[in-house]
């Protein structure tokens, strides 16, 4: 089920910063059109610091009412405590989510025991396949490919979104995990390419929120080993890959869709607008690839 191009979804706001549904719903419609193979609302690029708990709930059954089955929906759940990371995974599995998405708990930076345990917490709690989802350049803990392993064990855990950037990692933990259901996502756009060259199955993709086609293009061709066409589809992504990530996303990215016309940019503080500089460079790359 969780293969292919799945897009980190935005979430739109209003000019007043209140959530803005209508606007969603026309992203979601997007994204089915232009080929993405998966939804993945409420994660990092979604904002979810800043929503209430009340706002994440809606963005979540807003997103499957939305897609209504025609494609997957990775609802992301994750918390560094415990027990909201439970309520929210079964929040998920409450309104329909296809699965969860659970980040390593953020600030409190447990052993990996305390890791293996919280995982297994959430994973006992909800029948509905979780995600782990590991980017210890945000959070301050890296979930390591040997606990990966033993969790990979649990029937509820169906994968790791691994956004550490290095193919060693990927390579390790491919190696490492023995269940073979047990699926690699890639977390950084700009090694999706490779990290599905040695075993990934697709990826969880900011970049698929501006160019949602060509990213399920190249995620398809490289899964289908035409290995040629996905590199080509690579290196015209890789500009976008950067410069989405020339500041702390999702600033760049929903600056991006302000430009093309989609959004109308608005963040929650503590993110606020890109430097001048910075926007006259990301508007350029979305220039050369055609985006404008």
Known sequence: MFRGSFVALVTPFTEDGALDLPKLRELIEFHIEHGTDGIVPCGTTGESPTLSHDEHDRVVAETVEAVNG???????????????????????????????????????????EGMRRHFLAVADSADIPVVMYNVPGRTGADLLPETIARLAEHENIAGVKEATGSLARTSETVLAAKNEAFVVLSGEDSVSFPMICVGASGVISVVANVAPAETARMCAAALEGSLSEAQKLHYELYPLARDLFIETNPIPAKAALKMMGMLNGVLRLPLCEMSPANEAALRETLASAGLL
């Not at 929040?91 to 447990?110: E, M, Q, R």
């Open 70 to 112: 025609r494609i997957p929906v990775i609802a992301g759940s994750g918390s560094n405590s415990t027990e909201e990371a439970i309520r929210l995974t079964r929040h998920a599995k409450s309104v329909g989510a296809d699965g969860a998405l659970v980040i390593t708990p953020y600030y409190n930076k447990p052993t990996q």
